[in-house]
Nanobody, 127 residues
Framework: QVQLVESGGGLVQAGGSLRLSCVAS????????MGWFRQAPGKEREFVAL????????YYADSVKGRFTISRDNAKNTVYLQMNSLKPEDTAVYYC????????????????????WGQGTQVTVSS
């Protein structure tokens, strides 16, 4: 089992920045690829970003590319999501997720590719 706890959400004005953190406990963090998803009110949960086990590769949704950066510190069992130039449409609950599957790179947008999920942290961007 892996427990994931997100933090760092909050209220920010458009154009501002936030950094989300997700701390993992339980099984070895460094064997999991880590992703971030988000869910806006009335919408389905959507993929935001993925980082591979050692952090060598990252992937982003087109809607956040160039504004968000995913990173990880395996020594701290933590994955981060740096969010810059925030827009009102970024308002959502943000979730981190862990995947042990070798196929996650090709199916990173699918929730079923991830084994464990955090409880989410709210991000609200005001216009």
């Amino acid at each position: 089992q892996v427990q994931l706890v997100e933090s760092g959400g909050g209220l920010v004005q458009a154009g501002g920045s936030l950094r989300l953190s997700c701390v993992a406990s339980g099984r070895t963090f460094s064997v999991y690829a880590m992703g971030w998803f988000r869910q806006a009110p009335g919408k389905e949960r959507e993929f935001v970003a993925l980082i591979t086990v050692r952090g060598g590769s990252t992937y982003y949704a087109d809607s956040v590319k160039g504004r968000f950066t995913i990173s990880r510190d395996n020594a701290k069992n933590t994955v981060y999501l740096q969010m810059n130039s925030l827009k009102p449409e970024d308002t959502a609950v943000y979730y981190c997720a862990a995947s042990s599957g070798v196929g996650v790179l090709s199916s990173r947008g699918s929730e079923s590719s991830y084994n464990y999920w955090g409880q989410g942290t709210q991000v609200t961007v005001s216009s």
